[in-house]
C-alpha cells in the first residue's frame, strides 16, 4: 500500500548566532531517489517563524558549512 509518503527526514541540525537560528535538514525523496539538502533561519524578531534563506544568504552560509554538509554526506551514506 503506498502511503504517499515520498520526503523522509534523515538528520536535522540547529546552529543558533546572534539573533538568528539556522536549520539544516537533510531529506531522501524517495519518489526521485536523491538526497537533497535544505537551510532555513528563524530570526528572533520575526513573528513568521520559518524564512527560506534568499540566494545570497544562502550561498553565504553554503561557504561557511560547507565542510558540514560534505561530513554529513559521508556519514548518512555509511549509515
Not at 536535522?12 to 537551510?39: E, I, Q
Request: glycine share 8%; aromatic share 10%.
Amino acid at each position: 500500500m503506498d502511503t504517499g509518503i515520498n520526503m523522509i527526514l534523515l538528520s536535522s541540525k540547529t546552529f543558533v548566532g546572534d539573533g538568528t537560528t539556522y536549520y539544516l535538514n537533510f531529506y531522501l525523496d524517495r519518489s526521485a531517489g536523491r538526497k537533497f539538502v535544505s537551510l532555513f533561519e528563524r530570526r528572533e524578531n520575526d513573528p513568521m517563524g520559518n524564512v527560506r534563506l534568499g540566494p545570497e544568504a544562502m550561498v553565504e552560509l553554503r561557504k561557511c558549512l560547507g565542510n558540514l554538509i560534505s561530513f554529513m554526506s559521508r556519514q548518512e551514506s555509511r549509515a
